[in-house]
């Protein structure tokens, strides 16, 4: 019996030996698992940081290059050659505004999102004084901000040409956070233009609220051509598709319109208080004139209705221009409301209704 137990006792030992082998290594693979494991934890961690760390420093980047879109109205401007003032002093209104690019500008390939549109209005010819130019914010303090164009391929009558605006600049000055004036450069002619406005001109805009306002006036009286002059103090805009759901364009809640015939028959003029609002946002360029026909409607003494087709026929719709097609004045139990539907060049998808009301 002696051999057998000694050799049974021999293979009972190395088979602990072997278990306690595989137990080592199999402890091993598991301590560098556990260690690769936590090696890869802190990698990511930190992968994680860095990407934190990118993210706030470009945060912190594009708000020192952000500036709040705004729309200054300037009542007088002087032009400088050559840092030389020339021509004098200019009396005259111009409607500077900077829009912030969130879905590229027409007439330009410029993606949503890079930089900002910077536009001048000539109030006196209304229309537009240049082209709208893209500008990147370049430089930025508390009171100055200067932007600057950039190389952007543009629409011309022959194609799509790449053109470089850096020879554009604009800078905007504050004072006490508003603000105070707009300088546009022309650097390769070493022009500049100044943008003021200045309590000393007194030529500014006619004032609309010193003349006498009558909101209680007869519909039917307007219809045959009689003369009104309306104050209403509300003004909402609302973004229609002809296939769709109607949307409420968001507009300064204090804006005010005048509309006014001076004459039996004769012109209607508006005064839209926030039309530079409208304009940058490309829903109304400019404060309607017309000569309406109205047609007069009834349904008792809660609802009168003096409804005029503007410019809705071809001639208008085919002039590539933005033209009102309907305008109407009601009294709804008492109350004077007023709209345009106004329609947007080569735009078939939709039309802005613009409500004017007490």
């Not at 301590?31 to 992968?47: F, G, P, Q």
């Not at 164009?149 to 800078?171: L, R």
């Not at 005010?256 to 109304?284: M, P, Q």
């Not at 409607?297 to 005029?308: L, T």
Request: aromatic residues 10%; proline residues 4%.
């Amino acid at each position: 019996m002696w051999p057998f137990n000694y050799f049974k006792k021999k293979r009972e030992k190395e088979e602990q030996e072997r278990r306690r082998a595989e137990e080592q290594a199999r402890q091993q693979k598991l301590e560098k698992e556990r260690i690769a494991c936590e090696r890869e934890c802190r990698l990511e961690d930190n992968r994680r940081k860095e990407l934190e760390r990118q993210a706030k420093l470009k945060a912190e980047r594009e708000q020192k290059k952000s500036i709040q879109p705004f729309t200054f109205r300037s009542n007088c401007h002087q032009r400088y050659e050559n840092d030389t003032p020339v021509m004098g002093l200019q009396e005259c209104i111009r409607t500077v505004s900077l829009v912030k690019n969130t879905d590229g500008c027409p007439g330009y390939k410029l993606a949503p999102g890079v930089g900002y549109i910077v536009k001048i209005y000539n109030d006196d010819l209304g229309k537009p004084n240049m082209s709208d130019k893209p500008m990147k914010v370049v430089t930025k303090s508390a009171d100055m901000v200067e932007l600057r164009g950039f190389p952007i391929m543009a629409q011309s009558p022959f194609g799509w040409q790449d053109v470089d605006y850096s020879d554009y600049g604009f800078v905007v000055y504050y004072k006490n956070g508003q603000v105070e004036k707009c300088v546009l450069h022309m650097y390769d002619r070493n022009i500049r233009l100044e943008y003021l406005h200045s309590s000393i001109i007194k030529k500014e805009e006619s004032k609309e609220d010193d003349r006498p306002f009558n909101n209680d006036i007869s519909i039917s009286a307007v219809a045959n051509g009689f003369t009104f002059n309306l104050k209403l103090p509300k003004v909402r805009v609302v973004k229609q598709p002809y296939h769709g759901d109607a949307q409420i364009i968001e507009t300064d809640s204090s804006a005010y319109v005048r509309i006014v015939r001076k004459e039996t028959k004769g012109t209607v003029t508006f005064d839209i208080s926030n039309i530079a609002e409208l304009r940058s946002k490309r829903i109304l360029q400019q404060n309607p004139t017309f000569v309406p026909q109205f047609t007069y409607q009834s349904q008792g003494s809660d609802f009168e209705a003096a409804s005029a087709e503007v410019g809705n026929f071809w001639e208008a719709a085919s002039s590539g221009k933005e033209y009102v097609s309907l305008f109407q004045i009601t009294q709804q139990k008492g109350k004077i409301v007023a709209f345009i539907i106004n329609n947007l060049p080569n735009e078939d998808d939709f039309y802005y209704l613009i409500m004017f009301s007490e």
